[in-house]
């Protein structure tokens, strides 16, 4: 029995570490696309989408696509872009910082993401009401399962669990 919950231990401990790097790596990119909202001019956003459409829509002046992604370039408007990269930087730095901070196993990280998490997971839940966004759904899902770990992590630690079991463990 003893065994079993070592193996379990383990295996929670791997799943963490592995939702770590995920929640990283998009914390990342979700961090650069907020830094290179905040220094590419609004006019090159939309001289960008023209070029990626312009051959489709010369093939077939009906893509539907290429018609819709123009129709969002032009009414990306400079204030938009302006909220959009500083919810995109704020939200990613925020997530990363959380992440190399659960990464160290500093102890306060672990209620503190936990409380960060559910405070996503709140304001994802409000926006999908207003969307019904699938994509909200999922990405609320995820961050509910990711304090589950968090918490299954910091019960392991208090309990003087070694940081990483699988190193300690035969």
Do not use: C
């Amino acid at each position: 029995m003893k065994r079993h919950t070592a193996r379990i231990a383990r295996w929670l401990h791997q799943l963490f570490e592995a939702s770590l790097l995920v929640k990283g790596v998009f914390a990342g990119l979700e961090t650069a696309a907020g830094l290179g909202l905040l220094i590419t001019s609004n006019a090159f956003i939309q001289t960008f989408v023209d070029w990626l459409t312009h051959f489709e829509i010369a093939e077939d002046p009906a893509d539907k696509m290429a018609r819709v992604a123009r129709h969002y370039a032009e009414a990306f408007s400079i204030q938009a872009q302006h909220f959009y990269a500083l919810y995109l930087l704020s939200h990613g730095a925020l997530k990363l910082g959380m992440v190399i901070a659960l990464a160290f196993g500093a102890m306060w990280a672990y209620p503190g993401a936990m409380i960060m998490l559910a405070g996503f997971v709140v304001y994802q839940m409000y926006s999908w009401l207003d969307s019904g966004s699938v994509f909200l759904l999922a990405l609320s899902a995820f961050d509910v399962f990711m304090i589950w770990l968090v918490w299954q992590e910091y019960q392991a630690r208090r309990g003087g669990a070694p940081a990483h079991p699988r190193r300690h463990a035969p």
